[in-house]
């Protein structure tokens, strides 16, 4: 049914069905790190001891029997996850569900879509896929730019989020942005990653870390990805 994530042991289902250390290790050659959340590591607010899910296909299993009442694991489910077609990362994170939960039961079942980046976009922007794989790249260094569009803005939008916990989020979004002063806003933000464990809205991936190279004769180089390529800073 259109509304089958709506039951929270769905959702927590799928995160517990997610493999963090196989995505890391076979998708980002072991050059990432799993998110607590949908804020960055480094950035105010994030708690690096907050309760965050592992996979635990006993605990996937357990919460699919719970979900609506007992009806998933007596009737399975079967739909399509999309990604962008060429993006081999996006598709190895629907394969890993896709493999995980047909582990536990034959019954559940995913179908692999990939579709072209433009109809990818127009269809996750009209709701039409019941779950997508996608990102997000910062524009500003702030961890109200992670929270907003993952619990308030773009994807809460593409999400169709409930209006409940829409007003939830947005009332503790609002207070991170505002609050006078760092140790004021990160308490915000500790509470924002609680709920987004709580509530289970989305899989928080993880973040590749990353590297770049430069010749030996290039001085004074920094890499920031904000800045992108920062050519004046170059120097023999």
């Not at 997610?18 to 290790?25: G, L, R, S």
């Not at 939008?157 to 942005?177: K, S, Y």
């Not at 709580?198 to 010749?215: H, K, N, S």
Request: glycine share 6%.
């Amino acid at each position: 049914p259109p509304d089958f994530f709506n039951d929270e042991h769905v959702r927590k289902a799928f995160n517990y069905c997610f493999d963090w250390e196989t995505f890391i290790q076979d998708a980002q050659a072991g050059e990432a790190i799993q998110n607590y959340g949908p804020i960055n590591q480094g950035l105010i607010g994030y708690d690096y001891d907050a309760p965050h899910y592992s996979y635990d296909p006993d605990k996937c299993a357990e919460e699919l029997e719970l979900a609506w009442d007992g009806q998933v694991a007596e009737n399975g489910f079967r739909f399509q996850v999309g990604f962008n077609t060429g993006n081999v990362t996006r598709q190895t994170i629907a394969s890993i569900l896709q493999s995980n939960l047909a582990a536990i039961d034959p019954k559940y079942q995913i179908e692999i879509v990939g579709l072209p980046w433009p109809s990818f976009l127009a269809a996750i922007r009209a709701k039409r896929l019941p779950i997508f794989v996608s990102g997000w790249g910062e524009d500003i260094h702030d961890p109200h730019n992670w929270a907003q569009p993952f619990l308030v803005g773009t994807y809460a939008a593409r999400q169709v989020m409930p209006d409940w916990m829409l007003a939830e989020f947005q009332e503790l979004v609002n207070a991170g942005v505002s609050a006078p002063t760092p140790e004021e806003r990160a308490a915000y933000y500790e509470q924002i990653q609680l709920k987004d464990y709580e509530y289970a809205p989305g899989i928080r991936l993880a973040v590749p870390t990353g590297r770049t190279y430069q010749q030996r004769w290039v001085d004074d180089w920094l890499f920031n990805q904000m800045l992108r390529q920062p050519f004046y800073l170059f120097s023999k």
